[in-house]
């Protein structure tokens, strides 16, 4: 079956159709909810990742995951690029840590290197190159139709940062480790990749197993008690 493809909806008419999802059972919701809740809080942060392959199926998959984010207007102002070439990823890497080295010798300011501390992060980024893939992300200010005719975008980071979550969600169930790698400024990356003047970068998210020897920062996660209030 083939699916549907896209295009623009601006000034069409509302055209609801019926939404009817199979209902769990209470018992089953409470299975699922249970065990969603103590995968997650298996995930870690990796920035040591292993050379062996991985599925790029699995990868696309969940980057399909992530498209289906709420958006702003459902505009789905998002662009994901998956990378595996090994020349492409380091030419990525030599233009971040370019960047991460000024950010690490002082444009961070203390607070921002006193809070990374604990991480044990700094400008070298073997992430980005020992990482079988990465995906960069990318933000859509706006649309442009064929005509040129340019369409504004509504609550792009909130959208963009949505779909990000979902992706990292699916990688974890899926079995792979993966890092949200934001360098400062990310200009590069457009350019690198030959992005159009209406996307900017969001986010590198290397994806692979983690390394055999693998570590990460000994944290501690809030409580539920700490992140929710009951009225």
């Given at each position: 079956?083939?699916?549907?493809?896209?295009?623009?909806?601006?000034?069409?008419?509302?055209?609801?159709?019926?939404?009817?999802?199979?209902?769990?059972?209470?018992?089953?919701?409470?299975?699922?909810?249970?065990?969603?809740?103590?995968?997650?809080?298996?995930?870690?942060?990796?920035?040591?990742?292993?050379?062996?392959?991985?599925?790029?199926?699995?990868?696309?998959?969940?980057?399909?995951?992530?498209?289906?984010?709420?958006?702003?207007?459902?505009?789905?102002?998002?662009?994901?690029?998956?990378?595996?070439?090994?020349?492409?990823?380091?030419?990525?890497?030599?233009?971040?840590?370019?960047?991460?080295?000024?950010?690490?010798?002082?444009?961070?300011?203390?607070?921002?290197?006193?809070?990374?501390?604990?991480?044990?992060?700094?400008?070298?980024?073997?992430?980005?190159?020992?990482?079988?893939?990465?995906?960069?992300?990318?933000?859509?200010?706006?649309?442009?139709?064929?005509?040129?005719?340019?369409?504004?975008?509504?609550?792009?980071?909130?959208?963009?940062?949505?779909?990000?979550?979902?992706?990292?969600?699916?990688?974890?169930?899926?079995?792979?480790?993966?890092?949200?790698?934001?360098?400062?400024?990310m200009r590069f990356l457009g350019e690198l990749l030959e992005?159009?003047?209406?996307?900017?970068?969001?986010?590198?998210?290397?994806?692979?197993?983690?390394?055999?020897?693998?570590?990460?920062?000994?944290?501690?996660?809030?409580?539920?008690?700490?992140?929710?209030?009951?009225?």
């Amino acid at each position: 079956m083939t699916a549907a493809q896209w295009t623009p909806t601006y000034g069409d008419p509302f055209e609801p159709v019926p939404y009817r999802p199979a209902r769990m059972s209470e018992e089953e919701s409470l299975a699922t909810a249970a065990d969603l809740r103590r995968r997650m809080d298996d995930r870690r942060t990796v920035r040591m990742f292993s050379a062996d392959p991985v599925p790029e199926q699995v990868v696309v998959d969940a980057i399909a995951v992530a498209s289906t984010a709420p958006s702003g207007a459902h505009q789905q102002p998002w662009t994901f690029v998956l990378i595996k070439d090994d020349a492409t990823k380091q030419r990525i890497r030599e233009a971040a840590e370019e960047e991460e080295r000024v950010s690490y010798e002082g444009r961070l300011g203390e607070e921002w290197l006193s809070a990374l501390r604990p991480l044990g992060t700094d400008a070298v980024k073997t992430h980005l190159t020992d990482a079988p893939y990465l995906i960069v992300v990318f933000q859509q200010r706006y649309f442009l139709d064929e005509d040129g005719t340019k369409h504004k975008h509504y609550y792009v980071d909130e959208s963009v940062g949505i779909a990000v979550g979902m992706l990292l969600t699916a990688l974890h169930l899926s079995g792979l480790a993966a890092l949200t790698h934001t360098p400062s400024p990310m200009r590069f990356l457009g350019e690198l990749l030959e992005r159009p003047q209406n996307e900017k970068a969001f986010a590198v998210i290397p994806v692979g197993y983690p390394a055999d020897d693998c570590v990460v920062p000994n944290l501690v996660r809030k409580s539920i008690d700490q992140v929710m209030i009951r009225r």
